[in-house]
């Protein structure tokens, strides 16, 4: 049975910093691509961040370029996210997701965090 658990989100100020992480559990951590997404209310679910499977590629949503650092331990089965200069529009539930390398949608999901950046 495949888990994704996130930890490390909570309340912070603008302009302040949060590092999620994401474990992941029943399935070959080393040949999937893991991925950040948020949704924040009211809104659709949107596309974060990246990596694949090697850590050697990384992709990010335009308004988080410079600010967001995705990376992984592939030794440990975890991903992170570490999260600089927040801005009250990051505040949304972030999840955590993973796709085999070789597969066009993600396959698994983590259960959501909440990150509240206050102005």
């Known amino acids: 049975q495949v888990q994704l658990v996130e930890s490390g989100a909570g309340l912070v100020q603008a302009g302040g910093s949060l590092r999620l992480s994401c474990a992941a559990s029943?399935?070959?951590?080393?040949?999937?691509?893991m991925g950040w997404f948020r949704q924040a209310p009211g809104k659709e679910r949107e596309f974060v961040a990246s990596?694949?499977?090697?850590?050697?590629?990384?992709y990010y949503l335009d308004s988080v370029k410079g600010r967001f650092t995705i990376s992984r331990d592939n030794a440990l089965y975890t991903v992170f996210l570490q999260m600089n200069s927040l801005k009250p529009e990051d505040t949304a539930v972030y999840y955590c997701?993973?796709?085999?390398?070789?597969?066009?949608?993600?396959?698994?999901w983590g259960q959501g965090t909440q990150v509240t950046v206050s102005s």
């Open positions: 029943g399935l070959p951590f080393s040949r999937y691509t």
């Open positions: 997701a993973a796709r085999r390398f070789d597969a066009g949608q993600y396959q698994y």
């Open positions: 990596i694949a499977w090697s850590g050697t590629s990384t």
